[in-house]
């Protein structure tokens, strides 16, 4: 005759197999859902930002008594927006295709994200100084300018902080044992 099952233990605590092996980490899919959500959100500030052409807004608009050389600023600004959008909008794709791989548990999902992460990190310092110096050449034209360009600078790099947390979190052992 069977025992009788004791409805306060846990299912994993009857099958003797089933408790030897360690739970899978979540971080994956933590990280999956989160590189979608950022991702599409990133996509989309591309999109809206091309659609609305906020630096040749500012050019239309500036008076015709400036001295040349804001109207040159204005346009390396431009050129710069440009191009920032177009490595924003690859980043973005790269992301999606890594938060589905990671969703999916997949080694890939993690190099794609390393790769990435890098990429995010180098992309930020190098806008972040060169739009310094433009910026400061614009900075003439307004009171509040110089502060304005420190609070370009610092969110330039609060931008890292996501990159970073993906490098250190998902790149630990304990992650990268249940990726397939």
Not at 80 to 101: D, P, R, S, T
Request: hydrophobic share 50%; with cysteine.
């Amino acid at each position: 005759m069977s025992e009788p099952v004791n409805p306060f233990e846990s299912p994993a605590s009857l099958n003797p197999q089933a408790s030897q092996e360690p739970p899978r980490s979540k971080a994956p899919k933590v990280f999956g859902i989160l590189h979608i959500i950022f991702a599409c959100l990133g996509i989309l500030a591309v999109a809206g930002n091309l659609a609305s052409k906020t630096v040749q807004k500012q050019i239309d608009n500036l008076p015709a008594d400036l001295p040349s050389h804001i109207f040159d600023t204005y346009e390396t600004l431009k050129t710069y927006n440009l191009i920032e959008m177009l490595l924003k909008f690859v980043l973005g794709v790269l992301l999606l295709v890594a938060g589905i791989q990671l969703l999916r548990y997949r080694k890939m999902g993690v190099k794609l994200t390393n790769l990435w992460a890098s990429a995010r990190i180098i992309v930020s310092l190098i806008f972040a100084f060169l739009l310094y110096d433009i910026l400061e050449d614009l900075s003439s034209l307004s009171k509040e300018g110089s502060a304005y360009n420190f609070g370009v600078v610092i969110g330039m790099q609060i931008v890292c902080i996501y990159p970073i947390v993906c490098l250190i979190m998902l790149n630990r052992e304990s992650v990268t044992k249940d990726l397939e």
